[in-house]
């Protein structure tokens, strides 16, 4: 028997997934929820998921915060065997948005192996400064 006839091909777990939620607190549960089951889909381990589920948290709270009425939170997870990159996005009210020396910008920046915050200019069309903030998480990084 060949090599080739006896090995599975190799394969990477990949996947994308987003939602769209108001910029509401009461939306944070959907967000908190989805978090960890995409995490466990994606074969993080329980301790993983806890610390990918607060990094979240923490962030789309500062941005639901912050949030110019009527707009909504925009989630994604990206993943694959090594590493969950997660977006979230919103419209901010400030143009200081999120504050990147609060308590819980500095949870983030611990659980996470990167964070990184964008904001457009002011649009009118939306009332507000589009905000973005990505973060990582790579499994077997530091936190563990």
Same mark, same amino acid.
């Given at each position: 028997?060949?090599?080739?006839?006896?090995?599975?091909?190799?394969?990477? *777990?990949?996947?994308? =997934?987003?939602? !769209?939620?108001?910029?509401?607190?009461?939306?944070?549960?959907? /967000? @908190?929820? /989805?978090?960890? %089951?995409?995490?466990?889909?994606?074969?993080?381990? =329980? &301790?993983? $998921?806890?610390?990918? @589920?607060?990094? /979240?948290?923490?962030?789309?709270?500062?941005?639901?915060? +912050?949030? $110019?009425?009527?707009?909504?939170? &925009?989630?994604?997870?990206?993943? #694959? #065997?090594?590493? $969950? !990159?997660? *977006?979230?996005?919103?419209?901010?009210?400030?143009?200081?948005?999120?504050?990147?020396?609060?308590?819980?910008?500095?949870?983030?920046?611990? /659980? %996470? +192996?990167? $964070?990184?915050?964008?904001? +457009?200019?002011? #649009?009118?069309?939306?009332?507000?400064?589009?905000?973005?903030?990505?973060? @990582?998480?790579? @499994?077997?990084?530091?936190?563990?």
């Amino acid at each position: 028997m060949s090599k080739s006839e006896g090995t599975p091909p190799a394969t990477t *777990r990949t996947g994308t =997934i987003s939602v !769209q939620v108001p910029a509401e607190s009461e939306q944070l549960a959907m /967000l @908190r929820a /989805l978090t960890e %089951t995409v995490t466990l889909m994606a074969d993080f381990g =329980i &301790d993983e $998921v806890t610390d990918i @589920r607060l990094a /979240l948290d923490e962030v789309a709270s500062a941005l639901v915060l +912050d949030a $110019v009425e009527g707009s909504v939170i &925009d989630c994604a997870f990206s993943f #694959d #065997d090594e590493a $969950v !990159q997660v *977006r979230v996005a919103s419209v901010a009210v400030s143009d200081s948005s999120p504050d990147e020396s609060s308590f819980g910008w500095h949870i983030v920046a611990t /659980l %996470t +192996d990167s $964070v990184a915050t964008s904001q +457009d200019a002011y #649009d009118a069309a939306v009332g507000g400064y589009p905000t973005v903030v990505d973060f @990582r998480w790579v @499994r077997g990084g530091s936190n563990e």
